[in-house]
């Protein structure tokens, strides 16, 4: 089991949410399905370890992540889970690669170039190395923050909402290039979304 | 990437914030170095220059005129006195030192100062090339008027009355000849041109503004002739032409037709005198019509004490400067911060513990205040370079740029704590950025 979840629940100055509890095994990727205001969001939180819920654990293969310090937590995420967000967001003032090689050294890793390197020629950017994150498009950020999410190879990968802002073909496109690159770094894909374009691609999906 | 490249790349991202606050922050600190440095130098000349005079005497006026003329080269005497004064203290056998100096005269603005051998060794003044004065009209001259004029063995060059700007005419009649140059040794020596004190008296003689004390009007005693000034001066000049080449007897033959109550001296000096003695010279001296001593200590005690307001004031401007350079790197930080609240979750998100997004910050804060310690050392010693070359042409005092302190390592440790300080509460903050809140936001 790489991710289990039990008895989560969370709770907002006006109501409670509790979430259906979750047992994924590795490379069985996942969509969590959800309206807006459903915590969808809150969910994804607290599976990555960034929010604390009010009842329940997470294991993450077998590591009980509220159990830790708060340090070991940070380094436990950087090294075992990806982030992909719908809007990406980046370090402005570094440029493509130092912003890919910022997960290395947030993660306490040391920097291997080459790694960040081949994922780009994967998705076609390699050419967009040097280029300043104010000169990429839309498409180009959101490929970019894939290779980022992917690039520590992790174990799991939180993405929310990732083609929601996307046209049906890009959609298409970023998932396709998620799904594949999740395979080849052996990690697996969870999905938070109320994207419905994406049932069709799913086959494992939980509704909260 | 690492810390560095991280803090390097956000301060250079804010370009127009950093440079401000490297500026404000260089400048304040600056201002500081220069105001050391200078006060540093001024204090070592000072010292240098007058430790070895224990007492001035000389014509009544203002006592830190008298000093800062004699002593050290600054500004107008406060008149003369006769040389009898000096000779009837030669019979007192308990003064064991006295240097006679004359001055009032000028060649391009440096000064000429009459006087013996001792006013060298008083400042351990060594000769470079050829040898010390030892007749009337020989110059002896220091190493940076040598090099500043070009004067060389064997050159010859005309006086003027007056010094600095003000030369109200030549002493044409006569040339100095330069025998010798001194070696540099950071003294008033290095900028003065020196020579035997009857040079004085003869370049005066029949060119005093005031005929009455002039060689004019001992020859007219001499002659019994008529008293028309005018014709007086016409006949000296006619003298004076013929002594053009001046040969020595005619020197000598001058010198002895001046009345002994034109021969004058401006400052009479006394180096290491004893307790007792000084006592009695200064009683003794402060007796006589026209004539003064003045113990140079404290004088110069209180010349520095009338400087410390004005110090007071830069060191004040240099504190505002500096606090104001805090607050521009406080204000900055903070306000870059609070549009990379974003870029700190995503740094936390991707791994980064609380501390390593504080020190990146406090990095930031650093980061900034060494370039402005840098830029400070660079402004500060070119600053110092620029007020010197004033200083010099003003006071004719050695200052100089290329000097550098240990203490000035204590600006670097200032500059560090400010950059420290400043980015504390902005570090502190992004330490306690709530990750899943930020992010909901972004």
Known sequence: MILSASGLSISYPLKTIEFPDLRIKKGEHHLIIGESGSGKTSLLNILGGILQPKTGNVLISETDIFSLKKSSLDSFRGNNLGFIFQTPHFIKSLNVLDNLLMSQFCAGLKNKKNDAISLMEKVGLNNKLNAKISELSEGEKQRVSIVRGLLNAPKIILADEPTSALDDSSCNNVIDLMTNLANEVDATLLIVTHDKRLKDRFERRVEI | ?442
């Not at chain 2, 500004?75 to 000096?86: D, L, M, Q, R």
């Not at chain 2, 180096?271 to 006589?288: E, T």
């Open chain 2, 1 to 442: 990437m690492n810390l560095f490249k991280l803090s390097f790349r956000n301060v250079i991202g804010r370009p127009l914030s950093s440079i401000l606050s490297v500026i404000l922050l260089a400048t304040g600190l600056s201002t500081a170095i220069v105001l050391e440095l200078t006060d540093y130098q001024l204090t070592k000349n000072i010292e240098s220059t007058g430790k070895d005079v224990k007492l001035v005497i000389g014509a009544k006026g203002s006592r830190i005129d008298l000093i800062l003329s004699s002593v050290f080269q600054i500004g107008n005497p406060t008149g003369n006195i006769n040389y009898g004064f000096y000779k009837l203290l030669k019979q007192n056998k308990t003064i064991k030192k006295m240097i006679p100096i004359s001055m009032g005269d000028s060649y391009k603005r440096v000064r000429i100062v009459g006087t013996h051998k001792g006013y060298i060794h008083l400042y351990n003044g060594e000769i470079e090339s050829g040898h010390i004065f030892s007749k009337p009209l020989e110059a002896t001259v220091g190493y940076n008027v040598a090099k500043k004029l070009n004067l060389t063995i064997g050159g010859e060059f005309v006086g003027g009355h007056g010094m600095e700007d003000e030369v109200l005419h030549h002493h044409d009649n006569f040339k100095y000849k330069v025998v010798g140059v001194l070696k540099k040794n950071g003294t008033v020596l290095d900028n003065l041109i020196l020579t035997p004190i009857e040079t004085v008296w003869i370049m005066h003689a029949g060119h005093s503004e005031d005929s009455e004390y002039s060689i004019g009007h001992s020859e007219k005693r001499h002659h019994q002739e008529e008293n028309h000034i005018h014709n007086n001066h016409e006949h000296n000049h006619k003298k004076s032409h013929d002594l053009h080449d001046h040969d020595n007897n005619s020197v000598d033959e001058i010198l002895e037709t001046i009345n002994p109550k034109d021969k004058e001296v401006t400052a009479i000096l006394f180096p290491n005198l004893k307790g007792g003695a000084k006592v009695s010279i200064l009683n003794n001296a402060n007796k006589q019509p026209g004539i003064m001593a003045v113990d140079p200590a404290p004088e110069i005690a209180l010349l520095k004490s009338k400087l410390s307001p004005f110090v007071s004031i830069v060191v004040g401007i240099a504190y505002l400067i500096t606090i104001i350079a805090m607050f521009s790197v406080f204000i900055g930080l903070l306000n870059s911060l609070s549009a990379r609240k974003y870029e700190i979750a995503l740094m936390r998100v991707m791994g980064a513990s609380r501390l390593k997004v504080l020190s990146s910050i406090l990095f930031e804060g650093v980061l900034l205040s060494l370039l402005g310690f840098v830029l400070s050392l660079i402004l500060s010693h070119i600053g110092m370079e620029i007020v010197a070359s004033w200083m010099e042409y003003e006071y004719q005092y050695e200052f100089s740029g290329w000097l550098f302190l240990t203490s000035e390592f204590n600006y670097l440790l200032i500059a560090l704590s400010i950059g420290f300080i400043s980015a504390l509460y902005p570090a502190i903050r992004a330490y306690r950025t709530d990750i899943a809140n930020t992010l909901s936001k972004g």
